[in-house]
């Protein structure tokens, strides 16, 4: 039976007629191989690329950009906050203004105090170095308290500061900003002078 069966599926297998495909089915399929051919001889002739330095540098910027960006700490979406309460405050209190239609302004008006020229200070200058001796007198022979002769130090101190700010005039002329600092140490000198007089004279 199977043997019969078997000489039957034989017969009709040489009774079917075998199939062609079209021509242009094989001329498609041979086209597809050729450009696949093309395609791998065109990537085995490409050259490797090295990207510059600098492309490689701003990756790695933008990189660490994003991260610092999303590891902004606590406090400093605080201080964003913060300053942003500020700014919206004040263009608040700008357009209240602006509605208002009236705007203060503060001002303060100095008024320049006249100062004596540093040649007329010269003048007396005589004067305070006769009044430094005799306090140098004093402390040697008649004060009994140390304390009392400290002014002396405190005239020498203020002499050396007038004598550097009166080169720095000589060198760029009567500036009213340095007439007004040589004007205030000759207060204190005219004060710790005034002082030694008081020493002396209570002595």
């Known amino acids: 039976m199977e043997e019969q069966n078997y000489d039957k599926l034989k017969d009709a297998l040489r009774q079917m007629s ?24 065109a990537i085995a002739a490409l050259t490797s690329y090295t990207a ?42 700008y357009q209240w203004n602006q509605t208002r239609g009236t705007v203060s302004y503060a001002y303060t008006v100095e008024k320049a105090v006249p100062h004596n020229s540093p040649r007329d200070w010269d003048s007396a200058e005589a004067d305070v170095q006769e009044v430094q001796n005799r306090y140098a007198h004093f402390c040697k022979y008649q004060s009994q308290n140390d304390a009392d ?26 500036d ?15 004060r710790v002078v005034k002082a030694m007089v008081e020493k002396i004279q209570t002595s």
């Not at 610092?68 to 309460?85: F, H």
Request: aromatic content about 6%; proline content about 4%.
């Open 176 to 190: 009213p900003s340095l007439i007004r600092q040589l004007g205030e140490l000759e207060v204190d000198r005219s």
């Open 52 to 93: 510059p330095d600098r492309v490689w540098t701003h990756i790695e910027t933008v990189l660490d950009r994003e991260t610092k960006i999303r590891r902004l700490p606590t406090w400093g979406w605080s201080a964003a906050a913060g300053v942003a309460i500020v700014v919206t405050a004040a263009l608040g209190i």
């Open 18 to 41: 075998q199939y062609r495909a079209p021509e242009f089915v094989w001329d498609r399929i041979e086209d597809q191989l050729e450009q696949e051919g093309h395609l791998h001889q």
């Open 149 to 174: 002769c400290g002014l002396d130090n405190e005239l020498k101190e203020l002499n050396e500061a007038k004598a550097e700010l009166v080169e720095i005039i000589a060198q760029y002329g009567e």
